[in-house]
């Protein structure tokens, strides 16, 4: 009899789940995007079935399932999975996580995998207070981030684990898993709804990878559906309430991701601050991470405007340190200054076509050899064999030196071709 009452009590609470949660994934099979990783044959796939998971950290885009991928090795490897949230855990945290990581292992044989959801967040001492326990194997440790690890996570703690990089969730994904969501019995909205045509291709498109955003903005429409006809029919106008998004989507439909960013790129190129600032501002207010904003303005600042005016650079690094520090909304006016700095400056292609020829030389030419004259000569040996000879040194000479930099085959290549400045 208490058999019953727990599993109806179960099915109870498993009923209160979100729907992100009840079709969350439980085998590398239904984890999707991520092929490169967990294919047939692939390095973390081999790992986790070996049963040798190091320490590591997931780097991606939010909704690209790196805790469902967390889980899934836990279970697959029969450990026990302990998350904590690097937004609301501390250093306490830890030590009582490990303290119990300790006992399982000694007391139940069981191994424990750390799971840290946005681990970027956590301060160096925090990050500091792993160390031992992931370099002495009392935990696996596995990390969450949506920012470069390199930047966010200190040097100590990163050669202690390995990165493993995924993949924004596709397009086709993210609508099979939605049409999947409608269609479930056993998990999901059972068959009850209805989504009138397009939508939910047009939800997926605006979910822009993010399969649990995807399937929140689902559930929260179907609840609010209207009853047509005896069926509830999930329409647009529910979809957009339930993003956020109203005016602002990031639909094939209308104001698509990379369509806006083509139209900033082309504005900054066109010497339009008004242009650029209008489109910038469609990104950040429909909700696109500054920091992919600034980095687009970064490499703008070089490839279209170079050395025809190098602060360009130092502007659009700028914007980015404050748009690290600060965040949203308060960046926003750092990454208008620099893109309306980056509109008015005079523009120049001449690098980016410069290292275009340079790359396509080499790809050419892979091995050329370094010139003997200008070859570093630290022995004996290489002295004899004429390493550094003939080597004119600028600095001590008065005038121009005719002096050749380049491999033979290369000789006199001129890569460097500065245009008249134009704005």
């Not at 939010?62 to 998350?83: D, N, R, W």
């Not at 191994?111 to 970027?120: G, N, Q």
């Not at 490499?299 to 190098?310: K, L, Q, T, V, Y």
């Not at 004899?384 to 008065?398: Q, S, T």
Request: charged fraction near 25%.
């Amino acid at each position: 009899m208490t058999d019953l009452f727990d599993s109806a009590a179960q099915k109870r609470r498993d009923g209160y789940k979100p729907l992100a949660d009840r079709l969350r994934p439980t085998t590398l099979d239904g984890v999707l995007g991520q092929d490169h990783l967990i294919g047939p044959d692939k390095s973390l796939r081999l790992l986790i079935e070996r049963d040798e998971v190091p320490s590591m950290i997931f780097w991606g885009p939010p909704g690209s399932g790196k805790t469902t991928l967390a889980k899934v090795i836990a279970l697959m490897t029969k450990s026990k999975f302990v998350e904590l949230s690097a937004v609301m855990s501390g250093v306490a945290d830890i030590r009582q996580a490990v303290k119990n990581a300790e006992a399982d292992e000694k007391y139940q044989r069981i191994r424990t995998i750390l799971f840290i959801d946005e681990i970027h967040r956590f301060n160096k001492g925090q990050q500091d207070a792993l160390l031992p326990y992931v370099e002495n194997g009392t935990v696996t440790l596995i990390g969450a981030t949506t920012e470069n690890p390199s930047f966010e996570v200190n040097s100590a703690l990163l050669s202690r684990t390995k990165v493993f990089v995924l993949n924004k969730v596709s397009l086709e994904d993210v609508v099979r898993v939605l049409k999947t969501a409608l269609s479930d019995k056993e998990k999901g909205l059972s068959g009850r709804f209805e989504a009138e045509e397009g939508v939910i291709e047009s939800l997926a498109a605006m979910a822009d990878g993010d399969v649990r955003h995807a399937l929140n903005a689902l559930e929260f429409a179907s609840k609010a559906a209207p009853i047509v006809k005896g069926k509830s029919k999930i329409t647009i106008e529910l979809v957009k309430d339930a993003l956020q998004r109203t005016h602002l989507l990031y639909d094939k439909g209308g104001e698509e991701h990379y369509n806006i960013i083509s139209a900033l790129h082309k504005s900054l190129r066109g010497s339009d601050p008004d242009a650029g600032l209008y489109w910038m501002g469609r990104m950040l207010e429909a909700g696109e991470d500054p920091l992919y904003v600034a980095r687009r303005l970064v490499r703008f600042a070089s490839e279209d405007i170079g050395m025809a005016d190098p602060n360009a650079l130092v502007q659009a690094v700028a914007a980015y340190q404050a748009a690290h520090f600060l965040g949203m909304p308060e960046c926003n006016v750092h990454l208008a200054q620099a893109a309306v700095y980056l509109a008015l400056a005079p523009k120049s292609n001449a690098l980016y076509e410069a290292y275009s020829e340079v790359r396509g030389d080499i790809q050419a030419l892979p091995n050329e050899p370094v010139p003997l004259h200008i070859r570093n000569a630290p022995t004996k040996l290489m002295k004899n064999l004429g390493y550094g000879k003939g080597y004119i040194y600028n600095p001590a000479v008065e005038g121009p030196v005719n002096q050749e930099y380049l491999p033979e085959k290369l000789k006199g290549k001129k890569y460097w071709k500065p245009k008249s400045r134009n704005t």
